[in-house]
């Protein structure tokens, strides 16, 4: 019951941008686009979240469309170390509460 | 670093046991969430507890349980294994203050059941 849809996997250049998108049609008003990534099975790792504006922190930007329906986080210059799975989530309602609801990600492949 | 931290690291037990994980919560954080991961798959919710009482459950039985304290550590208990409880066992913690409610994770605890 995913409520996000990503690519499987993506290749980048190292140093080049790399654009990760991600549909989130059913999305709610109240409801933030999350990002992690996770990188050979640790913890996955707080990325960037946003509501409806363009965020942007140390590690990435995310640029989420006027319709919310979808967005894109951008790694600005990709390195090596960039290599993970990046997961787009968006919490959905559970019981009274708020669960993050992961799908299988995209597998961002950073080549040298 | 996020400062969550999760006890064991790696795990092996046999099928019919019964385990115990534990995670200590990042400081000023109320809130813990506990999931699990199988091989090649995203995350999947099992529950979540703030301020010790269960806040929210995923499509999991209820051999699986869990307790928070007063410092807001929290353990993941798991009866009766099974094969597939084989997973790694990740927990967040977070500071649930209504709308936004980002959750840091520690770096997990790998379940082999045999």
């Known amino acids: 019951d995913a409520k996000t849809t990503q690519p499987t996997s993506m290749d980048c250049a190292e140093g080049r941008a790399a654009n990760l998108p991600c549909n989130h049609s059913?999305?709610?008003?109240?409801?933030?686009v999350y990002w992690y990534r996770q990188i050979h099975s640790q913890g996955p790792q707080y990325i960037i979240h946003?509501?409806?504006n363009n965020e942007t922190n140390e590690m990435a930007s995310l640029i989420i469309t006027e319709d919310r329906k979808s967005s894109t986080l951008i790694l600005p210059h990709a390195t090596l170390r960039d290599t993970a799975v990046y997961y787009c989530?968006?919490?959905?309602?559970?019981?009274?509460?708020?669960?993050?609801?992961f799908g299988t990600g995209t597998r961002l492949k950073v080549l040298a | 670093e996020t400062g969550v931290t999760q006890s064991p690291t790696h795990l092996i037990k046999t099928r019919g046991q019964q385990v115990t994980l534990r995670c200590s919560s990042q400081?000023?954080?109320?809130?813990v969430s506990w999931y699990q991961q199988a091989l090649g798959q995203g995350p999947q919710f099992i529950f979540q507890?703030?301020?010790?009482?269960?806040?929210g459950r995923g499509n999991f039985p209820p051999r699986f349980s869990g307790l928070q304290f007063p410092n807001y550590s929290s353990e993941l208990n798991v009866n009766a294994l099974e094969l597939d409880d084989s997973a790694l066992y990740l927990c967040?913690?977070?500071?649930?203050?209504?709308?936004?409610?980002?959750?840091?994770f520690g770096p997990g605890t790998r379940l082999l059941v045999l």
């Open positions: 059913t999305i709610s008003g109240n409801e933030y």
């Open positions: 507890y703030y301020r010790e009482e269960e806040n």
């Open positions: 967040a913690s977070s500071l649930y203050a209504g709308g936004q409610e980002t959750q840091y």
């Open positions: 946003g509501l409806k």
């Open positions: 989530i968006v919490r959905a309602p559970s019981s009274g509460t708020y669960k993050y609801i």
């Open positions: 400081s000023g954080h109320n809130t």
